[in-house]
């Protein structure tokens, strides 16, 4: 059994907790593991902590040895769920996958685009300042280089472009695209300098492709795989994305079985209420959002059981994103105002990712949830169970008063039966 003043053992900066009248809910939002004791033993594990007192001499404190056994059991369950942690658990800043979004300019005015992205705006850095923020990308020995816009293909200079990463860059470099641009030799130059293309479908056919990308998109998708499997991608390395809406959130099977015909890789993603997926929200937005069938009521135990608690993502820490501005952010999804870090044109990207002022800026953001902070939210029994692990995916829920209250409304009644039964 570990000492407490020895290995200054404490409640992780993942811990969450919620209480009810008998007992607390403890969560590693990290790993999503929860669990659930009793108020009593729950403020015996935290007077022991906060007083740092000797773990063995406190157990010895307790003449019953019943109690002495439940309360060791508890101690070793926090500590190997990580929910207890040695030392000060600090947040270690690695960055391996770096977003470049090269662009916000795009061909297609897709009705979901969190970006925005439209044909009308404007390519803001030179091929130099691409150069120069590329350069700053490498000295962070990254793994994984996402290109990504708007439509980064659309890009002038973007054979340019593609050509100083392949002469600079030993990592993975993956193309997010809607894929309209992809001919034949376009392929080939892909094929030179890329590792793998995700383009965006958003459909299982035509009809369902085409009402969320406009005409004629769905046959240049078709063409643009073929292309590419003629130059020598293949399943791995070609992906194909659907984001969920009101529309296709039903259909994933057909996805999936549509990827499986086409031998590619089928990937679903959350849909956002940014940009114009905001804009269109009454008309696209997912409106079941409960996060486990309601009419499962007799396997309440089981779904109980299954239940994860995911709060915390990797944005900041593992990964940022660069936008058309060169400005710096967690991720694509995150890009507010209060998550700006600096623009890499102006800062040294390396030294500001391992700087303390980084350091703190990441802290404060992952410190507090959305949920803590929203009125309607805070004092909420199931509040972290209806979080969404992706930070920019939750904002987008809960600064929506509207769509706060639709998901309240849906999932409040039934998470309180899964998780509290009651």
Known sequence: MEKLEDSKIEFSKYAKFLKNTNSVIIINGHSGVWGEIENDLFNKVKY????????????????????????????DALLSEEMLVKSKNDIKIDIKDVEFKMTNKCNLSCIHCGASSDIHNKDILSTEEMKHILDKIFELNIDNLYL????????????????????????????????????????????????????SVDGWDEKSSEFVRGKGTFK????????????????????????????????????????????????????????????NYEKIGVKNHLIVDSNLE???????????????????????????KGDIYPCLVLEYDDYKFG????????????????????????????????????????????????????????????????????????????????
């Open 220 to 279: 240049k998708v078709l063409s643009a795989i073929s292309n590419l499997k003629g130059v020598g991608f293949d399943k791995e390395t070609i992906i194909l994305t659907m984001t969920c809406i009101y529309q296709n959130n039903n259909h994933k099977e057909e996805f999936y079985e549509f990827c499986k015909k086409l031998n590619v890789t089928g990937a679903v993603r959350q849909f956002s209420a940014f940009g114009r997926g905001y804009e």
């Open 48 to 75: 022991c902590i906060d007083n740092r007192i000797d773990l063995i001499e406190y157990m010895k404190s307790f003449g019953n040895i019943e109690e002495r056994k439940q309360l060791e059991e508890v101690f």
């Open 343 to 422: 623009n890499v044109l102006n800062d040294g990207l390396r030294e500001m990712v391992q700087s303390e002022n980084y350091k703190n800026l990441i802290e404060k953001i992952f410190k507090e949830t959305p949920v803590d902070s929203k009125e309607h939210c805070k004092n909420c029994k199931v509040r972290y169970f209806c979080m969404d692990r992706c930070l920019g995916v939750s904002r987008s829920y809960y600064d929506n008063e509207d769509i706060c209250e639709e998901r309240c409304n849906q999932m409040r009644d039934y998470l309180n039966r899964v998780i509290w039964e009651n």
């Open 298 to 324: 007799s396997q309440i135990e089981d779904i109980k059981e299954e239940l994860e608690c995911k709060i915390f993502c990797r944005a900041g820490i593992g990964k940022l994103m660069i936008n058309e």
């Open 148 to 199: 990504t816009g708007g439509e980064p293909l659309i890009r002038k200079d973007i054979n340019i472009i593609l050509k100083y990463i392949g002469e600079n860059f030993n990592g993975e470099v993956r193309l997010l695209t809607n894929g309209t641009f992809i001919d034949m030799d376009m392929a080939k130059l892909l094929r030179k300098y890329v590792n793998a293309v995700s383009i």
